[in-house]
T-cell receptor, first 114, second 114 residues
Framework: SQTIHQWPATLVQPVGSPLSLECTVE??????LYWYRQAAGRGLQLLFY??????ISSEVPQNLSASRPQDRQFILSSKKLLLSDSGFYLC?????????????FGPGTRLTVL | GENVEQHPSTLSVQEGDSAVIKCTYS??????FPWYKQELGKRPQLIID?????GEKKDQRIAVTLNKTAKHFSLHITETQPEDSAVYFC?????????????FGTGTSLTVIP
């Protein structure tokens, strides 16, 4: 069966510090991968998605970036965090198809920027 | 791009009553509409989905209806129970997507009062 991992589970970082969140998927090959941000009391905002190694699409302009160095690894990064980057970051995966498949979410990383 | 609106943002019902959550979408190319449930501090999980070639789908106490002409879809929960209390998100996925991207509504916080 497939599983998705995220770490760290929680993170407190000062403004201006760098960020690296990691997501890995087990038990599947060639998944689509996604990063979402969920601000307190808000919906799920799609940040990035990837259909393959090295292929990253950005949905919103921001100071975050994403990379996919391996088939089942997705990394969210920032060089300098802003207060507005605080939130619950969720990674998700789905089978590699055009559209119309369930997305499976990871446990999330709760980021607080002070 | 796709824009999904969701109403109401909060909903309180008595145990045993029904709950209805409504969503509208903007992109007529959307053909997949999942609903996710997110309990406090946990990851979203799919509870039901519907494709554009179907008008209604039911799974025990949960049903979803889709009106393609009006571009709206709704979640119906009957005989609500306290464990139904959670945040519910609708989403739409256009068939033109290259990566099965979802566009989520802003969520509905459902409280079932015992």
């Amino acid at each position: 069966s497939q599983t998705i991992h995220q770490w760290p589970a929680t993170l407190v970082q000062p403004v201006g510090s760098p960020l690296s969140l990691e997501c890995t998927v087990e038990g599947t090959s060639n998944p689509n991968l996604y990063w979402y941000r969920q601000a307190a009391g808000r919906g799920l905002q799609l940040l990035f998605y990837s259909v393959g190694i090295g292929q990253i699409s950005s949905e919103v302009p921001q100071n975050l970036s994403a990379s996919r160095p391996q088939d089942r690894q997705f990394i969210l990064s920032s060089k300098k965090l802003l207060l507005s980057d605080s939130g619950f970051y969720l990674c998700a995966w789905s089978p590699l198809r055009g559209s119309g498949d369930e997305q499976f979410f990871g446990p999330g990383t709760r980021l607080t920027v002070l | 791009g796709e824009n999904v609106e969701q109403h109401p943002s909060t909903l309180s019902v008595q145990e045993g009553d029904s709950a209805v959550i409504k969503c509208t979408y903007s992109d007529s190319a959307s053909n997949y509409f999942p609903w996710y449930k997110q309990e406090l501090g946990k990851r979203p999980q799919l509870i039901i989905d519907i494709r554009s070639n179907v008008g209604e789908k039911k799974d025990q106490r949960i049903a979803v209806t889709l009106n393609k002409t009006a571009k709206h879809f709704s979640l119906h929960i009957t005989e609500t129970q306290p464990e139904d209390s959670a945040v519910y998100f609708c989403a739409a996925s256009p068939s033109s997507n290259t990566g099965n991207q979802f566009y989520f509504g802003t969520g509905t916080s459902l409280t079932v009062i015992p």
